[in-house]
T-cell receptor, first 113, second 111 residues
Framework: DAGVTQSPTHLIKTRGQHVTLRCSPI?????VSWYQQVLGQGPQFIFQ???????GRGNFPDRFSARQFPNYSSELNVNALLLGDSALYLC????????????FGPGTRLLVL | EDQVTQSPEALRLQEGESSSLNCSYT??????LFWYRQDPGKGPEFLFT???AGEEKEKERLKATLTKKESFLHITAPKPEDSATYLC????????????FGQGTTLQVKP
């Protein structure tokens, strides 16, 4: 079975630009989460979507937004990029016994210059 | 405030030298405690979910245990291929799907 897929794998942007990251969950999973992981730290929660509705939001500015589509894929958008937005952006697909286990994709490495 | 702390930050072992990684958590209404393995530049790979104190899970050389305040990841007779960063994460009662991660323990196993 295909796991979580994310695109692109790597991205270089300059300050002030906009970026869109994409994620496809595991087949049959209806919920996705987005995380930001800065080098040397654990992932930080950005959003979770379930059945196209936002279920949770982390402590990130309004420059960060997301949406989920009818096929359960998701996009993370970041506006007005800052140098500090450089990180590995992870998407997780949610399943398991009680719909709590999060299975992560390979991530998108974003570098802001 | 919900918090997860892992120790040590880094651990060097000789091949075959068993040890344990610690994850201390302060989370109200724990719904699940998760362990992941992460290789450099890659996404975290799911290892275990623990739901209640006293629960244990095993997979090859790894064994995870859970108490009301801590979780341990025991590594028995590690091999060089076990070298990675091990992340612990807690799911609290907020029902937002938010996992609270520790900073990770980077394990290096030398042959």
């Amino acid at each position: 079975d295909a796991g979580v897929t994310q695109s692109p794998t790597h991205l270089i942007k300059t300050r002030g630009q906009h970026v869109t990251l994409r994620c496809s969950p595991i087949s049959g999973h209806k919920s996705v989460s987005w995380y930001q992981q800065v080098l040397g730290q654990g992932p930080q929660f950005i959003f979770q979507y379930y059945e196209k509705e936002e279920r949770g939001r982390g402590n990130f500015p309004d420059r960060f937004s997301a949406r989920q589509f009818p096929n359960y894929s998701s996009e993370l958008n970041v506006n007005a990029l800052l140098l500090g937005d450089s990180a590995l952006y992870l998407c997780a697909s949610i399943g398991g016994r009680s719909q709590e286990t999060q299975y992560f994709g390979p991530g998108t490495r974003l570098l802001v210059l | 405030e919900d918090q997860v702390t892992q120790s040590p930050e880094a651990l060097r072992l000789q091949e075959g030298e068993s040890s344990s990684l610690n994850c201390s958590y302060t989370v109200s209404g724990l719904r699940g405690l998760f362990w992941y393995r992460q290789d450099p530049g890659k996404g975290p790979e799911f290892l275990f979910t623990l739901y209640s104190a006293g629960e244990e899970k095993e997979k090859e050389r790894l064994k995870a245990t859970l108490t009301k305040k801590e979780s341990f990841l025991h590594i028995t007779a590690p091999k060089p291929e076990d070298s990675a960063t091990y992340l612990c994460a807690a799911d609290g009662s907020s029902n937002t799907g938010k996992l609270i991660f520790g900073q990770g323990t980077t394990l290096q196993v030398k042959p």
